[in-house]
């Protein structure tokens, strides 16, 4: 007879009490037939050295697309290829992590890779090469020509976390990536890849020993003294502070924000991810700034906000695990604006950007009602379940949870009841707190920047058409719209042109 | 330690005592509706405590876009059936209150719309789909301002390197079929979308019927209540399909190359088409073909090895043959490092295809290969919506899921004779396309 499979859902796990070693994440679901890896070693960009920017990343890359002291990396691919698994890494601000995932029929063979990976780099001369060689390709080309809208976000953080350890993006500038070489990603191996800074996630159908000799395994590396990098203190922004980058191109991106002092953990946390579910549901049209952006007015196709980082969230629905980081922005992604009807493209840019600028301002001034919060709770309490979906991702977000030290409440865990308990006192009173819509710095991508400078210094309103009738109150708002105020004085403005993003620190 | 509280997890079941299906590759058991009107409804019982995954496959997609001008309309035509019903003006309240994950997308062959919802909601979201599919409402405004949505993510995806390139690799290679668009469309096309709200009326009417739509439920659920609101909710449908007349594609007589040039910065990206097969569970020829692909070209080919590890001549190496309803094209793609080796790279391309025309594969690299194939499906089979979403292929193909255990069997069956003859079949100098793209001013 065969076996027959049954699926597991929902937001938290059968750990049940089981006891786990020191420095290991286990979520054990004994009936599934996958195994989820997670192995985070408490190091990212924030611990690249100056002029390196980009070694934490190319180290994790070459860990994970490289070889071993026991397979060159074409043995490992052709071992892994009938598994029809692999591994990968992410590295974050704070966080390296390497993941992987294998069906239960192919556990042992597979642990064995994927801990080599980690444990037994070869450090091969001309696998170096080869990840640099693709980095520098992305860096220089696919960053600068492929999503402007996510070349927009990274720009964002860089205004936000200038002078901080968050300041570079986490693959580097172009020429730190150029310096770097094998050896520095041997040093820096042998500095952060000791013993007590990696910690061990399981998930899935494991037996319960594998978790101890996983962790045995690990200890083997030698322990090391690492240095805290302190954490960042990004700059309120002075008024409105704006970057322009000038590309040829039909379409603008734009992204805004300011840094916050929200993190998980923070009372104000479950109120906060309701304000934001409501205003800026990701990738949802439930997005507040979805319908007045895109519904209402076809403008583009979508408009969402962000309490916490969400790196290509082009390429996801659910929150992404592993960018677990002590300090967060409040930011508004609003997705490539083009010539949807006549008209000139930096005045619908504009119209845009107001018109999420407005929508801030009338949530921070006049809050949520007990309407639309009802309406939120109403639509998380379900939809929350997707975010731990797979076991990785529940695995994913157990490793957070140790991030933010939250021990037995973790994320998943907590955020049903934690947002059915919310009142509508607390949510306005934390979105005072933590919102305001004076202070923003403002990032586009667009062509002919020198007119678009003019034309936000010109404080001149932005008017748009439609391709056909709207209502009366519709254009009546749109010319509060297209008014709305955007102070900005010139030395603020700063224009570059594309091919100098991130082609060295700026 | 305890690590995680359990505040509403439920503990899994084993599944239901519903008939098995034979000794498949497929690990859940289901069971279909079927009703007089045509229209199928699989039931599959994945486990997934208090969840359901809804998809509604429509076997209708860029392929159907018949008419000229109307390239991208089936992508459109999505986008509009969130606009809502007379009984239901707000799709999006509707869902939302559920809090429902709920998208949809198109591709060559399809239109997808899914829900995945907490199983309480399984009557409220057949009433919702089925009105939606069968009573959609918009107005001409709104369509019209949906057009501009649409224009945005045109701009957003046809504009990257790679939208650009496969405009140009399908326009090149097809002369006839529909396969010649892609699926978002041709910018004029989608610039003219506005003024189609007619033929949206009509789109609908001819494709959206019970005969063209196949729903296929994953997760937790009462199969006996579950049949019976098929019955309630879509057993009103009325039949009414018009199947599109899709031009056939005349045979290529000789191959064909273009050199394309992408106004941003690349390298330059060489891809070497050719006509394959139409997809089919059972004719181990079209099995043959994509097992092919991954032989000779895919991440753990002699070719890769040679390209990407050893001599390190380019970024990338990929050999998509994944088959579609009608023959499509068999794509090899290829990062160029040094913008003067691609003339040199394109050759050791088309002699990996000599190789495998002359010389039987490798049969580990077969078994191997036959091994991937198989846990990359059992891999995908984690969550109710990817184990709904593992079906597509078979319904859009066959119009049913039972396909899928026939599928594996025949890939068993391929041998390295099969794999040589697909390769002497299909990857013929006279049905070849090069298209290459290069950025606009070099380097």
Redesign the interface.
């Known amino acids: 007879m065969k076996r027959l499979m049954a699926l597991f859902v929902g937001l938290t796990v059968l750990t049940g009490c089981e006891q786990v070693p020191e420095g290991t994440v286990s979520l054990r679901e004994p009936d599934s037939p996958f195994i989820a890896f997670n192995v985070w070693v408490k190091t990212g960009s924030q611990n690249d050295p100056a002029g390196k920017e980009g070694l934490a990343a190319l180290t994790a890359n070459l860990l994970s697309d490289g070889s071993t002291t026991e397979d060159s990396y074409d043995q490992i691919l052709a071992k892994l290829y009938p598994m029809a698994t692999g591994y990968g890494y992410n590295v974050d601000k704070e966080m390296t992590v390497f993941r992987g995932r294998v069906h239960l029929d192919n556990l042992e063979g597979y642990y064995t890779l994927f801990s080599n990976s980690i444990l037994k780099p070869a450090f091969d001369e001309e696998d170096f090469e080869r990840v640099k060689t693709q980095t520098l390709n992305y860096l220089e080309r696919s960053r600068r020509y492929s999503r402007d809208e996510e070349l927009g976000k990274e720009l964002l953080f860089w205004m936000a976390y200038r002078g901080t350890p968050y300041e570079h993006p986490e693959e580097g500038y172009v020429e730190s990536v150029r310096s770097i070489m094998l050896d520095d990603i041997r040093q820096f191996y042998a500095d952060h890849y000791v013993s007590n800074n990696i910690v061990i996630g399981l998930g899935g159908g494991f037996d319960a020993t594998l978790l101890s000799r996983v962790r045995a395994d690990f200890d083997a590396l030698p322990a090391g003294e690492i240095t805290p990098v302190p954490a960042p203190e990004p700059r309120m922004p002075n008024g409105v502070e704006v970057l322009i980058v000038e590309k040829p191109t039909d379409a603008s991106a734009i992204s805004f924000g300011f840094p916050t002092e929200l993190v998980r953990g923070h009372d104000d946390f479950w109120p906060m991810v309701a304000m934001n579910s409501w205003f800026g549901e990701h990738r949802e049209s439930f997005s507040h700034l979805y319908q007045v952006i895109r519904e209402t007015r076809g403008m583009n196709y979508g408009d969402y906000s962000y309490i916490e980082a969400y790196p290509r969230g082009y390429t996801t629905q659910v929150p992404p695990t592993n960018v677990a980081r002590r300090s967060h922005l409040f930011e508004i992604w609003i997705r490539p604006i083009s010539l949807t009807a006549p008209g000139n493209l930096h005045d619908r840019t504009l119209f845009a950007t107001r018109a999420a600028w407005r929508e801030l301002k009338l949530l921070v001034d006049n809050g949520m009602t007990e309407e639309t919060l009802g309406e939120t709770q109403q639509f998380l309490k379900n939809y929350v379940l997707n975010w731990g979906a797979t076991g990785s991702r529940r695995l994913g977000y157990a490793m957070d949870d140790q991030f933010y030290g939250l021990g037995s409440n973790g994320y998943l865990a907590s955020i049903r009841p934690g947002i059915e308990a919310l009142t509508l006192d607390q949510v306005n009173a934390a979105i005072k707190r933590h919102l305001q819509y004076d202070n923003m710095y403002l990032v586009f991508i667009t062509a002919d920047a020198e007119a678009m400078k003019q034309k936000l210094l010109s404080g001149a309103a932005t008017r748009i058409t439609y391709t056909g009738e709207k209502p009366a109150e519709l254009l009546a708002e749109d010319q509060e719209v297209a008014a709305f105020p955007i102070p900005v004085s010139e030395d603020k403005i700063t224009i570059i042109g594309i091919d100098e993003v991130f082609e060295r620190g700026m | 330690?305890?690590?995680?509280?359990?505040?509403?997890?439920?503990?899994?079941?084993?599944?239901g005592a519903a008939a098995?299906q034979g000794?498949?590759i497929f690990?859940?058991?289901y069971q279909v509706v079927e009703l007089e009107n045509g229209f199928k409804a699989y039931f599959i019982k994945?486990?997934?405590?208090?969840?359901i995954a809804y998809v509604s496959m429509v076997r209708t997609g860029s392929r159907d876009e018949v008419e000229p001008g109307k390239s991208g309309f089936a992508h459109f035509f999505e986008h509009m059936m969130?606009r809502g019903t007379e009984k239901y003006p707000s799709y999006?309240a509707v869902t939302?209150?559920?809090?429902?994950?709920r998208?949809a997308f198109t591709s060559n062959d399809m239109t997808v719309y899914y829900e995945?919802?907490?199983s309480e909601y399984l009557e409220q979201i057949m009433d919702l789909e089925s009105d939606r599919f069968m009573n959609l409402k918009y107005s001409?405004?709104?369509?019209?301002?949906?057009?501009?949505?649409v224009?945005?993510?045109y701009?957003?995806s046809a504009?990257?390197?790679f939208g650009f390139l496969y405009e140009k690799v399908r326009e090149t290679a097809f002369d006839r079929h529909t396969y010649r668009h892609t699926t978002i469309g041709y910018e004029a096309d989608v610039r003219d979308m506005?003024n189609g709200y007619d033929y949206s009326l009509s789109f609908h009417r001819r494709f959206y019927r019970p005969e063209n739509v196949v729903l296929v439920v994953a997760?937790d659920f009462d199969f006996g209540t579950a049949e019976a609101l098929v019955q309630q909710y879509y057993g009103g449908w009325e039949t009414g399909y018009v199947a599109p007349e899709v031009p056939s594609e005349p045979q290529q007589k000789a191959p064909r190359q273009r050199t394309v040039q992408y106004?941003?910065?690349?390298?330059p990206v060489l891809t070497v088409n050719y006509k394959g097969p139409a997809w089919s569970a059972t004719d181990k020829m079209a099995l043959a073909t994509e097992v092919l692909g991954a032989v000779a070209f895919?991440?753990?080919s002699d070719l890769?090895?040679k390209l990407?590890?050893?001599q390190?001549r380019v970024?990338f190496l990929n050999g998509d043959f994944g088959l579609a309803r009608d023959p499509a094209l068999l794509e090899i793609a290829t990062?160029v490092?040094d913008p003067r080796d691609v003339a040199a790279v394109q050759g050791e391309i088309e002699a990996t295809v000599t190789r495998f025309q002359q010389e039987p594969v490798d049969a580990q690299l077969l078994?191997?290969?036959k091994?991937?194939?198989?846990?990359?499906f059992?891999?995908g089979?984690?969550?109710?919506?990817n184990?709904a979403f593992s079906m597509i292929s078979y319904v859009i193909n066959t119009g049913g899921i039972d396909a899928v255990n026939d599928y594996y069997r025949t890939l068993d069956q391929v041998t390295p004779e099969d794999v040589r003859a697909a390769a002497r079949q299909y990857l013929v100098n006279t049905s070849k396309t090069v298209v290459t793209m290069v950025q606009a001013g070099g380097e």
């Open positions: 330690m305890r690590l995680l509280s359990m505040t509403f997890f439920l503990l899994m079941l084993a599944a098995q000794d498949g690990p859940f058991d994945a486990g997934a405590p208090g969840q969130f999006d939302a209150g559920m809090g429902a994950a998208n995945v919802v907490a001409e405004p709104d369509f019209r301002t949906e057009a501009g949505a224009l945005g993510e701009q957003q504009t990257t390197p506005p997760g106004r941003g910065r690349t390298l895919g991440s753990n890769y090895r990407v590890l050893e390190r970024q990062m490092i078994a191997d290969t091994s991937n194939m198989k846990y990359d059992l891999m089979l984690e969550t109710a919506q184990v």
